[in-house]
Nanobody
Framework: QVQLVESGGGLVQSGGSLRLSCAASGIIFVRFRMAWYRQAPGEARELVARISSGGTTTYANSVKGRFTISRENAKNTVDLQMNSLKPEDTAVYYC????????????WGQGTQVTVSS
């Protein structure tokens, strides 16, 4: 079965950095766009960053210049490097895999908590 397992969340002070990782199994990784979403309490889930199988990236305006998404197809992993963290980045971060053609093939990880203290 498909599994997306996130790691790397935690508590960090404002201005600090964290690196999230997501390990995928049960899918042909190179056929999937990978993304990170986040959901803060009382808020809708929002796209943070996305990377295509070929490495094209998209970022939410709120994280441009601070976050970097990357993937390693040989290892079936996608990472999110988060720098200059702000309290408003506090949320549960979710790894997402979407087939590049068959968009009904959409999978989510269980989420990892990121808390940024002021």
């Amino acid at each position: 079965q498909v599994q997306l397992v996130e790691s790397g969340g935690g508590l960090v002070q404002s201005g600090g950095s964290l690196r999230l990782s997501c390990a995928a199994s049960g899918i042909i990784f190179v056929r999937f766009r990978m993304a990170w979403y986040r959901q803060a309490p009382g808020e809708a889930r929002e796209l943070v960053a996305r990377i295509s199988s070929g490495g094209t990236t998209t970022y939410a305006n709120s994280v441009k210049g601070r976050f970097t998404i990357s993937r390693e197809n040989a290892k079936n992993t996608v990472d999110l490097q988060m720098n200059s963290l702000k309290p408003e980045d506090t949320a549960v971060y979710y790894c997402n895999a979407e087939h590049q053609l068959l968009t009904e093939k959409l999978y989510w990880g269980q989420g990892t908590q990121v808390t940024v203290s002021s």
